[in-house]
């Protein structure tokens, strides 16, 4: 396991997930949950504080695709050292004019989660989970949990096995 966390196996521990998410992780074999202090969420924070070393860490954000008037949301994951392209790799593959963050209220309304604890298990049905290339090789990554105090510790794999995951080089270079 990584870093100097408690991990325990997420499926019995539901009450450190968001609703959404403790559904979903439910049957990913080998998904682990730790609590961390709230305040120490942020990536950069939680990396220096647990141990757990940033190439390690993935990180979930969510991409609103414009075109038309019409409004597509998806989910992109990255490792932590890494990037996404959102106004060249991302909004191409989406199809969209114009892609960019979705505003934090916008995110953490649509998702059921906690800003800071987003992650792309447990997002709505429909949405598209793009996965870099170099995070879904991880042997283990650490992500997300739905809520700021606690992680999510899965095989890249399982990033790649999400519903409407696609697996593509995200990654700015």
Not at 73 to 83: G, L, N
Not at 105 to 131: K, N, R
Not at 142 to 149: A, C, E, F, I, N
Request: proline share 8%.
């Amino acid at each position: 396991m990584l870093g100097s966390l408690d991990w325990t196996p997420a499926s019995d521990r539901p009450d450190l997930l968001a609703a959404p998410v403790a559904a979903a992780v439910r049957d990913v074999p080998d998904a682990y949950v730790a609590p961390i202090d709230p305040a120490l969420a942020d990536t950069a924070e939680f990396c220096a504080h647990y141990d757990v070393p940033l190439e390690a860490s993935a990180n979930c954000v969510i991409v609103a695709a414009k075109r038309g008037g019409e409004v597509r949301y998806a989910a992109c994951m990255v490792r932590a050292t890494d990037r996404a392209d959102i106004n060249g790799v991302v909004r191409r593959h989406l199809g969209a004019r114009k892609a960019s963050f979705a505003p934090m209220d916008e995110a953490t309304s649509l998702t059921g989660m906690e800003y800071g604890g987003i992650t792309p298990f447990g997002l709505p049905e429909g949405w598209p989970v793009l996965v870099d290339e170099a995070a879904a090789v991880l042997p283990q990554a650490v992500v997300g949990s739905g809520v700021r105090g606690s992680k999510l510790l899965v095989p890249g794999k399982a990033l790649a096995a999400l519903p409407g995951a696609e697996v593509i080089a995200l990654a700015q270079a």
